[in-house]
Nanobody, 122 residues
Framework: QVQVVESGGGLVQAGDSLRLSCAAS????????RGWFRQAPGKEREFIAA????????DHADSVKGRFTIFGDKVKNTLYLQMNTLKPEDTAVYYC???????????????WGQGTQVTVSS
């Protein structure tokens, strides 16, 4: 089992920056892939970014490329999502997930946090 806990959400204005954190514990060695997803009201949960602790590979959704960056500390098992130039359409609950396959497919992630709300006002 792997436990993940997100933090860092909040209310910001358009154009602001925010950094989300995700702490993982448990059998983390069995799930070396970390991902960020988000879900806005009435919409499906969508992929934002992923990173592999195995080789450092990263992937970002086209909608956030150039604005959001996934990075982390493998030793501390802490994941981050740096979000810059936030837009009102970035408003959503942001989830951290852990899995064993590097993918943008949410169904391939086994462990999920409770989510943290990000609200961007115009």
């Amino acid at each position: 089992q792997v436990q993940v806990v997100e933090s860092g959400g909040g209310l910001v204005q358009a154009g602001d920056s925010l950094r989300l954190s995700c702490a993982a514990s448990g059998r983390t060695f069995s799930s070396p892939v970390r991902g960020w997803f988000r879900q806005a009201p009435g919409k499906e949960r969508e992929f934002i970014a992923a990173i592999s602790w195995t080789d450092g590979s990263t992937d970002h959704a086209d909608s956030v490329k150039g604005r959001f960056t996934i990075f982390g500390d493998k030793v501390k098992n802490t994941l981050y999502l740096q979000m810059n130039t936030l837009k009102p359409e970035d408003t959503a609950v942001y989830y951290c997930a852990a899995g064993s396959r590097f993918s943008s497919n949410r169904n391939l992630y086994d462990y999920w946090g409770q989510g943290t709300q990000v609200t961007v006002s115009s």
